[in-house]
C-alpha cells in the first residue's frame, strides 16, 4: 500500500480554470503539509494541518484552499489557474516530534497553458 | 529566520568518486538536520538524519555529521554509482513551534560510468 498517495499525478489545464488535487496517507500521521517545488527545484511549504487544523498558512496567493476532512486527507483546490502555477506539487505527512522526517507522496505535475 | 544554503550543482562525478556535497544552516532554536534524496520523477525520500550535535547520520553508504560549532551537516560517500544520480536536498526542522521542514535548493548529482 501507498504511505502517501497523490491525485492526479499530471494535470494540464487552461488559465483560468479551477482544479483540486488530492492527498490521503495511510500511516496515521497527525500532521500533513503542502509543499511546491519550482522549475529550479526549490521547495517551498505552502500549509500545514495538524489533527486537521490549519497550523502552517505560509504567503501563498488566496486562490489557493487547502481542505481537511479528516487527520488522513488534505486536498488542495486552486481557483483561477495562473501560468506561474506550474509546478510540482507535493503533499507530505508526520508524526509526533520534530526528530522524525517527512513522507512524501510522488508530486504532482501541474501544468498551466 | 530559518534558512538552508547547499552548494550549487550540478556536480558531475566518476563512478567510484569520493562525493562531498556542503550544507550549512540558520537557525532560531535547536534543529533536527536531514538530507533527503529525489530520483527523477520521483517525490523525495528520506535518506538520513541526525537530531543532536555530534550525531552522524548514515544511510547507503551514506554520511553526514551535525556539526553545531560549524553549523554545518555535509553529506558524505567513499565511492559513488551511476545510481546514486538525483538530486540531493539539505533540510532543517526546528524542535518546537511549527514543525515544517526548511529546505535548501537542492544539488543535482551525476554519476558518470
Known amino acids: 500500500d501507498t504511505a502517501v498517495s497523490q491525485t492526479p499525478k499530471y494535470l494540464v489545464t487552461q488559465m483560468g480554470n479551477d482544479k483540486s488535487i488530492k492527498c490521503e496517507q495511510n500511516?496515521?500521521?497527525?500532521?500533513m503539509y503542502w509543499y511546491k517545488q519550482d522549475s529550479k527545484k526549490f521547495l517551498k511549504i505552502m500549509f500545514s494541518y495538524n489533527n486537521k487544523e490549519l497550523i502552517i498558512n505560509e504567503t501563498v496567493p488566496n486562490r489557493f484552499s487547502p481542505k481537511s476532512p479528516d487527520k488522513a486527507h488534505l486536498n488542495l483546490h486552486i481557483n483561477s489557474l495562473e501560468l506561474g502555477d506550474s509546478a510540482v506539487y507535493f503533499c507530505?505527512?508526520?508524526?509526533?516530534?520534530?526528530?522524525?522526517?517527512?513522507?512524501f507522496g510522488s508530486g504532482t505535475r501541474l501544468t498551466v497553458v | 529566520g530559518n534558512s538552508v544554503t547547499q552548494m550549487e550543482g550540478p556536480v558531475t562525478l566518476s563512478e567510484e568518486a569520493f562525493l562531498t556535497i556542503n550544507c550549512t544552516y540558520t537557525a532560531t532554536g535547536y534543529p533536527s538536520l536531514f538530507w533527503y534524496v529525489q530520483y527523477p520523477g520521483e517525490g523525495l525520500q528520506l535518506l538520513l538524519k541526525?537530531?543532536?550535535?555530534?550525531d552522524k547520520g548514515s544511510n547507503k553508504g551514506f554520511e553526514a555529521t551535525y556539526r553545531k560549532e560549524t553549523t554545518s551537516f555535509h553529506l558524505e560517500k567513499g565511492s559513488v554509482q551511476v545510481s546514486d544520480s538525483a538530486v540531493y536536498f539539505c533540510?532543517?526542522?526546528?524542535?518546537?513551534?511549527?514543525?515544517?521542514?526548511?529546505f535548501g535548493s537542492g544539488t543535482r548529482l551525476q554519476v558518470q560510468p
Open positions: 533540510a532543517l526542522r526546528i524542535n518546537t513551534g511549527r514543525r515544517a521542514l526548511t
Open positions: 541526525a537530531t543532536k550535535a555530534d
Open positions: 507530505a505527512s508526520s508524526q509526533g516530534e520534530a526528530n522524525y522526517g517527512y513522507t
Open positions: 500511516l496515521g500521521h497527525d500532521t
